[in-house]
């Protein structure tokens, strides 16, 4: 992706702080977990990264109560309210190709031992 995060544009805005907010969660849980299970979504959650052109692996000091999917839920949602030129319309497609499967990813490996 050529794109650079322009401080105009809201909705890409909007997009990268719920995938901060999504990366500083996960690592939280990963940190805590034991198993090492959440190192299957570190794939798709650097991609998810690397689109964005923002760093992974996000640490927050504040309380994580996030629902890291509701996060990536609503980042799609929102990537379907972006305005891209038509030459980067590829890249539209990639990052909610990449939102949908972290959030996948996350949800799988959360709720593997509810099963």
């Known amino acids: 992706m050529n794109r650079k995060l322009s401080k105009g544009d ?3 805005q909007r997009i990268v702080d719920l995938v901060v907010r ?3 969660t996960v690592e939280a849980l990963e940190a805590t977990a ?3 299970r959440w190192a299957m979504t570190a794939f ?3 991609r998810l990264c690397e689109l964005l052109e923002i760093a992974p692996y996000a640490s ?3 309380e994580l109560a996030d629902d890291p999917v509701a996060l990536l839920e609503q980042a799609a949602l929102a990537v379907e309210e972006l305005d891209v030129p038509i030459e ?3 890249w539209r ?4 190709d990449a939102v949908r499967t972290a959030a996948a990813d996350i949800r799988m ?3 593997a031992r509810d099963v």
């Open 22 to 24: 999504t990366e500083a």
């Open 109 to 111: 490996v959360r709720d």
């Open 88 to 90: 980067e319309l590829s």
């Open 60 to 62: 927050n000091d504040g």
């Open 93 to 96: 497609l990639a990052l909610g």
């Open 34 to 36: 034991s198993d090492g």
């Open 44 to 46: 798709s959650r650097y």
């Open 10 to 12: 809201e909705v890409l």
